[in-house]
């Protein structure tokens, strides 16, 4: 069974403080996704690794960064939280087996910035 | 640049009824297209994709869609809902078929009542 979990389900922090959300996936997949969700916005992709070091930005990457240093983890960085990236956090990750890439979510990180 | 329009923010039904929910997408090439399901307090799983072939795509729990390029549309149906069907559901579409180029509709809460 492939999971995908993500270090906390509920967060609560202060405006400009460093804000780390961790993701985990357990069946070596190379692909590894940051999303948030708002509502009436649906999801949005922050940012997207493809690899160990490497990533690419999403559609909303600005006051996120991210890291992969091992190929399980993929955290996603609020360097100085606002109150505007109050939101949900879903993590996801992929593979492409025989031409096809199948794509697993974890359960969400519900971050409040105060 | 493509985009996703999910018609009803919300669609309330009573068990056992049909329900349909609308999903209609723009873009200027072929797509692939998706829907999603979030239960509550869950990350979201696939329910069903089209990629290529017969635009009557099966998924799970029941569900089914039908891709309708002239009116650019995929709708997503069930002839019979249950009260664990009550979820939010949401449209995705992709002009490359990779998760990383997905654009997400915003979303619609299905309601099933007794």
């Known amino acids: 069974d492939v999971k995908v979990t993500q270090s906390s389900r509920y967060l609560v922090k202060r405006t400009g403080e460093k804000v780390f959300l961790e993701c985990v996936q357990d069946?070596?997949?190379?692909?590894m996704f940051w999303y948030r969700q708002d509502p009436g916005l649906g999801l949005r992709l922050i940012y997207f690794?493809?690899?160990?070091?490497?990533?690419e930005k999403g559609d909303i990457p600005e006051g996120y960064s991210v890291s992969r240093e091992k190929k399980e983890r993929f955290s996603l960085i609020l360097e100085s939280a606002s109150t505007n990236q109050t939101s949900m956090y879903l993590c996801?990750?992929?593979?492409?087996?025989?031409?096809?890439?199948?794509?697993?979510f974890g359960p969400g990180t519900r971050l409040l910035v105060l | 640049a493509q985009s996703v329009t999910q018609l009803d923010s919300q669609v309330p039904v009573f068990e056992e009824a049909p329900v349909e929910l609308r999903c209609n997408y723009s873009s200027s090439v072929s797509v692939y297209l998706f829907w999603y399901v979030q239960y509550p307090n869950q990350g979201l799983q696939l329910l069903l994709k089209y990629l290529s072939g017969s635009t009557l795509v099966k998924g799970i729990n029941g569900f089914e869609a039908e891709f309708n390029k002239s009116q650019t549309s995929f709708h997503l149906r069930k002839p019979s809902v249950h009260i664990s069907d009550t979820a939010e559901y949401f449209c995705a579409v992709s002009e490359t078929g990779g998760y990383n180029k997905l654009i997400f509709g915003a979303g619609t809460r299905l309601a099933v009542h007794p």
């Open positions: 996801a990750s992929s593979f492409l087996a025989g031409g096809k890439e199948t794509q697993y």
């Open positions: 690794s493809y690899d160990v070091k490497m990533k």
């Open positions: 069946m070596d997949h190379e692909n």
